[in-house]
Nanobody, 126 residues
């Protein structure tokens, strides 16, 4: 069964950087829109960033623009999220996801993403 596996989360201090990885089990994921979402304790799952199927287009939630970068390495079947200048409010479980139809790139809705990873915890202290 196709799956996504995240890694790279952990503890950081405000101002630090972390890089998340999401490795896909199948090469077909290279043809999908890919996204990152996050969910803070007690909160709803929130869109963070999306990468177009071609890899040339990106979308970011305003709160991470200029600090986070989404990109992928097709040969490694891996999606990345480089997170710089981390803030305590970035603390959450981060999930990668794949949108087969591609609608998720425009809607930013979790409902338009079909495959999900298990999540990786990011904790940022002040």
């Amino acid at each position: 069964q196709a799956r996504l596996v995240e890694s790279g989360g952990g503890l950081a201090q405000a101002g630090d950087s972390l890089a998340l990885s999401c490795t896909a089990s199948e090469r077909s994921f290279n043809n999908y829109v890919m996204g990152w979402f996050r969910q803070a304790p007690g909160g709803e799952r929130e869109f963070v960033a999306a990468l177009s199927a071609s890899g040339e287009g990106t979308q970011y939630v305003d709160s991470v623009k200029g600090r986070f970068t989404i990109w992928r390495h097709n040969a490694k079947n891996t999606l990345y999220l480089q997170m710089n200048i981390l803030k305590p409010e970035d603390t959450a479980v981060y999930f990668c996801a794949a949108s087969v139809s591609g609608a998720g790139y425009y809607t930013r809705s979790s409902k338009d993403y079909d495959y999900w990873g298990q999540g990786t915890q990011v904790t940022v202290s002040s």
